[in-house]
């Protein structure tokens, strides 16, 4: 399975997720409870309702057992867990097809308020942001499975969204004022697209990246900070894995 294959299954598992959960979750510090929905789930949580759900809508195609997917330990990282491993196609040796770290990314809070933590958690080169490029670099070194990958999702706003979301959520009127302030101080769009092409540039560079990122997108708006999102991703190269490889020409 190729991982545009991959991120498709994520953004359908992500709809029904965001229609069927019954998961509550809410603000730590003032105990606000959020909307129950696909954007309200903390990152983990998201990671094994995906995987759940995968396994309801297409029975059998998950070869690996349900237990040995999510939260896999690294072999060779003290207390560092992979996100989702998985086998799909049979491999000959019985190593695991797929090693994936996934990110969320917000720029819009549970409240309808800015989030600002959406840029460190794709771009930071630092260790102690566990960010996006972080997640690449250690996959690179300490992978496991035969192919390795770095997956993130996020929703996009402008006032057409926030329109939309005032028409299917009016009880949340406060929230997507709020939302709408935080769209029209960045120009009246909030979109994905410009961090995703960074990130894509960053992997391409370092030589990181195995072939052209990955794209899906998908709907869940039963959060009105939900809307439309869109799932990506980029294969991860470990070059002296590669059939072709020689040490002798590294570049």
Avoid at 18 to 31: H, Q, S
Avoid at 135 to 149: E, N, P
């Amino acid at each position: 399975m190729e991982l545009q294959d991959i991120v498709n299954r994520y953004a359908e598992a992500a709809e029904y997720i965001d229609l069927e959960t019954d998961v509550e979750r809410a603000n730590p510090r003032t105990g606000e409870v959020y909307h129950v929905s696909f954007k309200s789930l903390a990152e983990t949580k998201a990671v094994d309702a995906i995987d759940a759900m995968w396994a309801l809508l297409h029975p059998g195609e998950l070869i690996t057992p349900a237990d040995e997917r999510v939260g896999v330990k690294y072999p060779k990282v003290a207390r560092a867990k992979c996100d989702h491993v998985f086998t799909v196609d049979a491999t000959d040796d019985g190593s695991a097809e797929w090693g994936l770290e996934v990110k969320k990314i917000e720029f819009i809070g549970n409240n309808g308020g800015a989030n600002d933590f959406g840029v460190g958690k794709m771009l930071s080169p630092y260790l102690k942001d566990r960010g996006l490029l972080h997640d690449a670099a250690r996959l690179r070194q300490y992978g496991f499975t035969k192919r390795v990958g770095v997956i993130g999702y996020a929703f996009g706003y402008d006032e057409a969204s926030c329109d939309e979301a005032l028409t299917l959520h009016p009880e949340a009127a406060t929230t997507i004022a709020a939302m709408k302030v935080v769209v029209r101080r960045n120009g009246g769009t909030l979109y994905p697209r410009p961090l995703i092409e960074f990130t894509d540039a960053i992997l391409g560079l370092r030589g990181y990246s195995k072939g052209p990122r990955v794209e899906t997108a998908f709907t869940a708006f039963r959060s009105p900070t939900g809307g439309h999102g869109v799932f990506f991703g980029w294969e991860i190269r470990r070059p002296w894995l590669e059939a072709d490889y020689d040490e002798r020409h590294p570049w």
